[in-house]
């Protein structure tokens, strides 16, 4: 059986070893950068990110299982225990999300009675609010989301967990701009 693709092992050659992969005939000719960088797990932020979404999407998830609902939609309709009614594009922004994402999101809560969009007379902007349903189920879940958040901040200690929620918080506050080269600098304050 071939052996499974693993991005965090690096190749033994600069030729593609990987089955997954076709062989090259020749090597290709190193890229300097990735050569300093090889053996070094997570160098780049946006993986780095990726990977402990997917290990907190787990965790908060584990945790959530048996409620009937996963943690993007817990995060949605806590969002929600705290407006009256909002803006679907309110709320997206809210959560830091595409509105897109968030359109999709609302409605598989709809379908399940948990939220209910409307719009209010004279407006064109739709708006989204929790239903007695969804109330109900966030009540009940409340306690495994709390659970959830203990044995993470247990594990990691207090220090890291404060470490951790503040510079996430300092990149979720950054604005990707694009200068004049083309090239997209971060922009946003760092503390």
């Excluded at 600069?14 to 076709?22: A, D, I, K, Y």
């Excluded at 209910?116 to 902007?125: A, M, N």
Aim: net charge positive.
């Amino acid at each position: 059986m071939p052996e499974r693709f693993n991005p965090y092992r690096p190749f033994p050659s600069r030729t593609c070893q990987n089955s997954l992969m076709p062989k090259r005939s020749a090597p290709f000719p190193p890229i300097p950068l990735l050569e300093a960088v090889r053996h070094t797990p997570h160098v780049c932020m946006a993986e780095a990110a990726r990977a402990a979404n997917r290990t907190l999407a787990r965790h908060y998830g584990a945790y959530l299982d048996g409620t009937g609902i996963a943690p993007g939609q817990s995060s949605l309709l806590m969002q929600l225990y705290y407006v009256d009614a909002i803006a679907v594009t309110a709320l997206a922004a809210r959560m830091g999300t595409e509105r897109t994402t968030m359109v999709r999101n609302i409605a598989a809560l709809e379908r399940t009675g948990q939220v209910e969009t409307f719009t209010p007379d004279g407006s064109r902007v739709r708006k989204v609010r929790l239903t007695a349903d969804g109330r109900d189920l966030l009540s009940g879940l409340v306690a495994h989301w709390d659970a959830a958040q203990q044995a993470l901040k247990d594990r990691l200690g207090d220090d890291a967990w404060d470490t951790i929620m503040t510079a996430l918080r300092t990149l979720a506050d950054m604005e990707v701009d694009t200068d004049a080269a083309g090239t997209p600098p971060l922009r946003g304050t760092a503390g």
